[in-house]
C-alpha cells in the first residue's frame, strides 16, 4: 500500500521526505540526500512500462493511474511516494483511491511564499508568469519524450492545477490523513515532526525512540540540507533555463519571506484569489 507525500512544488515536501528517509532507512537517523532514492516520485514514465503504448498521452497516463499502482503494490510492502500530482479525475479515471494507498501526508504552504519560490525554481521571467503558474487552473508540468533526455523520468506528464485547486484536492482524501504546513514546520519542528513520527508509527505498526527522533528533527534542519547539497550536490536540482548551470535546490527556506519580495498588488492578487482557503489554513 502507498503512503503519500502529496504537496505543490516547492512547498517543502522534499524536507519531509529526508526526515522520514532519515528516520526509516538511516541507521544513524543522519539525513543524506542520497538516500532520498528510498523514497522516490510517482508517476515515473518506469510506472507505466508495457501499459501504455503512448507515454504522452494523458488519456492513456489517466486510464492506467491505478492499475501502475496496483502493480507497485504487488509486493504487498508499504511505501511511500512523493508526488505533486493533484488529486484529480480525468474523464471516468482518478489519480488514486482507497484500494492502493494506505493515506497521506498533504504538506502545504503559504501560496505568497510558494510564488517566489515557483519564480527561482522554474526560472520565470517575472513574478506575472510565476502568478500565471500559480492560478492557472489546467497547469501540468512535463514534456515529451526524448530518448536524449538525461533526465527523461522527471517529464512525466503531472497534472497540477492551481494552487486552490491542488490543496482542495488532496484534502478530500479522508483515508489516514494529516496536514502538515510548511510554516509550522519551521515554527516549531519539534512538535511537528514528532506529529509526523505518531502518525508513521501508527501505520507501520513501528516505535521511534523520541532521541532517534530528535537526532533526525537536527539533522534534517534547512540549514544542515543546505550544507549536505553544497557538499556533494543533488541530483533534483534543476537547470537554469537561461545560463544551464545548476540551481541550488535548498535555496532561501526561512528567508523566502513574502512580507520583503512581494508587492502589495500581487498580494492582494493572490489573497483575493485563494481567499477561502487561506483563511481556511490560517494565513490570512
Known sequence: MIIWLASYPKSGNTWVRSFIT???????NEANLKDLIHIQQYPLRSHFTNLVSEIDSLRELSSNWILSQKIINQDNKIKFFKTHHALCKFENSFFTNGEVSLGVVHIVRDPRNVISSILYH???KNYEEAREFLFDEKKAIGKKFDPNDPEVNRNIFTVLSSWKNHYLSWKEFKKNYLLIKYEDLLLNPQKEFHRLSEYLAKLLNERFENDKIDYAINSNSFENLKKLEKQGGFGEAVKDK???EIK?????????DWKKLLDTKLKEDIEREFQTEMLELGYI
Open 248 to 256: 541550488q535546490f535548498f535555496n532561501l527556506g526561512p528567508e523566502n
Open 22 to 28: 532519515s528516520l526509516l532507512y538511516n541507521e544513524n
Open 242 to 244: 537561461k545560463t544551464g
Open 122 to 124: 522554474y526560472s520565470k
